[in-house]
């Protein structure tokens, strides 16, 4: 297959500002765990250059889960664009394919890639990780993994650009170009051995780890839950209508904030997904998968709470990139050191940690020193930012969540453990 660079942005192109808003913290009800209040912290929204990334913030219940997919490959594999697919007005799915010959490793349902973009007028390349929207028949051999990513427009009434990332793809990104990705990976996923009946719950592009979900779900009870504006905004309904014709355990439910005369008989109910809504569909105990808006979670998750839905039966992942803002180590890890000196071999450069700031990370600090090493999530989720650690030790301002090679460490979240540290960059 003939593979063609990457043509040009259009001029005036968003410069991929990003403003970082306050979390959700301060609006976490009391009643949470101290778990689901961490969780719901990550979940800053930053703007522009981010807006569409999905990152993880899962509540796990088996913390020994695999995060990474089955064998695959190590660091970046190059991948071809081989198809693109509209799904709706602010929806294009990305069929990639790699370059090479080798085999594609299977994932779990709920999983994300880590892709790379070299956008003209960037100083470094981009990073952004989106979840896997499909599910191979595990009787057939995968040749290819599809991205549903929704185009970022500027938010109306704000200085701020639009995506930068979302829009290159939707603008530029053509069958025929190349991608840099790294091996599934991400622990908001589906237990596939588990016959426990589920409630999929999704608003906008949060449904395309919902659908992966659906497909693997086997003979187990579903409810596919889904609320967007209307059917413009739809994506996948065929789909997953078809999906649910073939398989009469899955129930589906479309809720529509503002259907169109068009929209008549294509939705179940008028008005905004709630906890209300989902009170008059389930009748059986079950656990709750839930994938949107900050927002939408925020007040979903409490209403399911106040429900009295066990909080343990609660998995949830936010489809805006995630920033650490806890300011304490996990109570099993070693304070930070309060002064370290950290050495960046590759670039012969030496910084003073200052342990007084409890945010700062060892990557903050690299790029302190006119460093820019390879980051997305900043959250220790997606693992892009690994870096081998080549002395000293290190502890995690958050607890990690992305799989590493031995030697490695998360610089996005970690802080010196010691007085010296040395990192390979």
Not at 192 to 205: C, F, K, W
Not at 206 to 228: D, L
Not at 290 to 304: D, Q, V, Y
Request: a neutral charge; proline letters at 8%.
């Amino acid at each position: 297959m003939q593979r063609t660079p990457f043509p040009s942005p259009l001029a005036g192109m968003a410069a991929g500002t990003v403003i970082s808003f306050c979390a959700l913290s301060a609006f976490v009800p009391q009643t949470f765990s101290s778990k689901i209040k961490l969780n719901l912290t990550l979940f800053s929204l930053l703007l522009g250059g981010a807006a569409g990334l999905i990152i993880p913030a899962a509540k796990r219940r088996n913390n020994a889960m695999v995060l990474a997919a089955q064998p695959g490959w190590s660091g970046w594999r190059n991948f071809v664009v081989s198809r693109r697919e509209k799904e709706s007005e602010e929806i294009t799915s990305f069929y990639l394919q790699p370059v090479d010959p080798g085999p594609l490793p299977s994932y779990r349902p709920g999983q994300f890639l880590t892709i790379e973009l070299v956008i003209p007028g960037e100083l470094k390349p981009v990073v952004r990780t989106y979840s896997l929207s499909d599910f191979p028949d595990p009787k057939q051999a995968i040749d290819h993994y599809r991205l549903s990513i929704k185009r970022e427009p500027a938010p109306r009434g704000k200085d701020v650009p639009a995506g930068l990332a979302s829009n290159f793809l939707h603008d530029h990104v053509q069958v025929g170009n190349n991608l840099r990705v790294r091996v599934p990976a991400g622990n908001f996923v589906l237990d596939t051995e588990a016959n426990t009946p589920i409630v999929l719950i999704s608003n906008g592009v949060g449904i395309t780890p919902m659908i992966a979900m659906a497909k693997a779900a086997g003979q187990r009870q579903v409810w596919f839950v889904h609320g967007c504006r209307n059917g413009e905004f739809h994506a996948f309904r065929s789909e997953v209508n078809l999906l649910a014709a073939q398989h009469p355990n899955i129930n589906v439910h479309y809720a529509y904030s503002k259907p169109s005369m068009a929209d008549q008989g294509c939705y179940h109910s008028e008005g905004r997904l709630d906890g209300a809504l989902l009170q008059r569909l389930v009748n059986v105990p079950a656990d709750y998968f839930i994938c949107g808006s900050p927002p939408f979670m925020e007040s979903l998750i409490a209403e399911l709470s106040e429900f009295g839905i066990n909080e343990a039966s609660i998995h949830f992942e936010s489809f805006n990139k995630a920033l650490p803002t806890v300011k304490a180590v996990e109570a099993n890890s070693d304070a930070a050191f309060p002064g370290a000196m950290v050495e960046f071999s590759d670039s012969s450069k030496t910084s003073t940690w200052n342990g007084k700031d409890p945010e700062l990370s060892l990557l903050s600090l690299a790029e302190a020193e006119g460093l820019m090493p390879p980051c997305a999530c900043r959250a220790g989720v997606c693992g892009t930012c690994a870096t081998k650690l080549l002395a000293g030790k290190v502890n995690y301002i958050n607890e990690p969540s992305a799989a590493l090679e031995p030697g490695e460490v998360l610089i996005c979240i970690a802080r010196p453990a010691s007085e010296q540290v040395k990192l390979k960059l």
